[in-house]
């Protein structure tokens, strides 16, 4: 069974620029979440999303969103970039167990840079 | 809110040496624990997970056992190799608050190994 994939791995963008990053899960995943892995904050939770609705979001600004489609894949955006959103941002996808641990499995992850 | 602690390292061992890299937790419900591994340029590999107190996980060598008593999941490994040099993650996913389940996983901040032959 494929990974789950993100596209592009490689990003370089200007401050004010806009990006869009893509994720396809694993097949049969329908959870997708999105994670910020930077060297001084670490891995940071952004947004989890099941059946195309957001579930939960974690303490990024409104210029971070994202959204899911009818086959599970999912995209990530942000607005009026900084340099401080520089980071690799990391999808993951998992099954849902009804009131179960929700394992989840990353692919290898965008890494943006903002000049 | 919940939050993992380990130590951060770099953590450096010969080859054959024993491992262990410790990790204690703080959650308001039951959570899951899990070992990551991310090696250079990489996203993260599950490395093990246990779902409940006294569960041990276990995968390529490296175990780690659920201890609620102690809020603890170290990580262990008995003869390290060079190939094991990577980042290790420590994380937990908690149904019953913030930070899990749907709310994603809480990490710690990952300790870098490296192995010397």
């Known amino acids: 069974k494929a990974g789950v994939t993100q596209t592009p791995r490689y990003l370089i963008k200007t401050r004010g620029q806009q990006v869009t990053l893509s994720c396809s899960p694993i097949s049969g995943h329908r959870s997708v979440s999105w994670y910020q892995q930077t060297p001084g904050q670490g891995l940071q939770f952004l947004f989890e999303y099941f059946s195309e609705t957001q579930r939960n979001k974690g303490n990024f600004p409104g210029r971070f969103s994202g959204r899911q489609f009818s086959n599970s894949r999912s995209e990530m955006n942000v607005s009026t970039l900084e340099l401080g959103d520089s980071a690799l941002y990391l999808c993951?996808?998992?099954?849902?167990?009804?009131?179960?641990?929700?394992?989840?499995?990353f692919g290898p992850g965008t890494r943006l840079l903002v000049l | 809110g919940n939050s993992v602690t380990q130590m951060e390292g770099p953590v450096t061992l010969s080859e054959e040496a024993f491992l262990t890299i410790n990790c204690t937790y703080t959650?308001?419900?039951?959570?899951?624990l899990f070992w990551y591994v991310q090696y250079p340029g990489e996203g993260l590999q599950l490395l093990l997970k246990a779902t409940k107190a006294d569960d041990k996980g276990s995968n390529k060598g490296f175990e780690a056992t659920y201890r609620k008593e102690t809020t603890s999941f170290h990580l262990e490994k008995g003869s390290v190799q060079v190939s094991d040099s990577a980042v290790y993650f420590c994380a937990l996913s908690d149904p019953g608050g913030s930070g899990g389940g749907a709310d994603g996983l809480t990490f710690g901040k990952g300790t870098h190994l490296i192995i010397q032959p």
């Open positions: 993951a996808s998992s099954l849902f167990v009804a009131g179960g641990p929700e394992t989840q499995y």
């Open positions: 959650a308001t419900g039951y959570p899951s």
